[in-house]
């Protein structure tokens, strides 16, 4: 019973660009409108670390690394969130995964999708 399931990874160059989606197919729309839910990634021998999240409400909150290249959005009705990742790096390479925080602090996360960055 998959809750949240991610999508979108890949191989690219540097400069390019991915969109990653994070769907949620088994909660109902009225709880995923009033979750947070939030994009991290972890690198090899690395910690994972937060990229992007998105509250409720719509406010955004991103990682110092991906200010400017990377943006997070939200569609309700089809319980998904995305993040668009522009101007790829090679240190963006990592697994990404989703996280979705229900307002009872219940956590669901994704078994994650590659990103590679290489030319």
């Known amino acids: 019973q998959v809750q949240v399931a991610e999508s979108g990874g890949g191989l690219v160059q540097p400069g390019g660009s991915l969109r990653l989606s994070c769907r949620n197919p088994r909660t109902i729309t009225s709880v995923f409108s009033g979750s947070t839910v939030g994009w991290y990634r972890q690198a090899p021998g690395k910690d994972r670390e937060l990229v992007a999240e998105?509250?409720?409400?719509?406010?955004?909150n991103y990682a110092e690394a991906v200010k400017g290249r990377f943006t997070i959005s939200k569609d309700n009705s089809r319980k998904t969130v995305y993040l668009q990742m522009n101007l790829l790096k090679f240190e963006d390479t990592a697994d990404y995964y989703c996280?979705?925080?229900?307002?009872?602090?219940?956590?669901?996360w994704g078994k994650g999708t590659l990103v590679t960055v290489s030319s």
């Open positions: 996280k979705r925080t229900e307002r009872a602090g219940t956590e669901y």
């Open positions: 998105i509250t409720s409400a719509g406010n955004t």
